[in-house]
């Protein structure tokens, strides 16, 4: 596991945390970026952070590990057309 110590923690940037105004998950590494994906799904489901929060996070550390984008299932682009018929 990668270490973090609270020194360098300190020294990260904003932008280095999936949750910025926060300071939290940082994803500053593939390691850290993992640990914040499983960090806000246990975080959600005792509900200290929000769905919203969680799926900013997931973002932010599938960017990290250069995952692609998860298509949005409720997109309207997705909804079969019926006036096509």
């Known amino acids: 596991m990668a270490k973090l ?5 300190n ?5 280095s945390f999936a949750l ?3 300071r939290a ?6 390691v850290h970026a993992r640990l914040a994906k499983s960090g806000a799904s246990r975080a959600k ?3 200290n ?21 998860k298509a949005n299932p409720n997109h309207e682009a997705h909804a079969y057309d019926w006036r096509k018929r």
């Not at 020294?11 to 932008?15: C, H, N």
């Not at 900013?56 to 995952?67: S, V």
């Open 11 to 15: 020294k990260l940037p904003a932008s």
């Open 45 to 47: 489901n005792v509900g």
């Open 25 to 30: 998950f940082p994803v500053n590494d593939k």
């Open 49 to 69: 952070i929000t769905a919203a929060e969680e799926a900013r996070i997931d973002a932010k550390a599938d960017k990290m590990l250069g995952k692609p984008k």
């Open 5 to 9: 110590s609270s020194k360098t923690r």
């Open 20 to 22: 910025p105004e926060k």
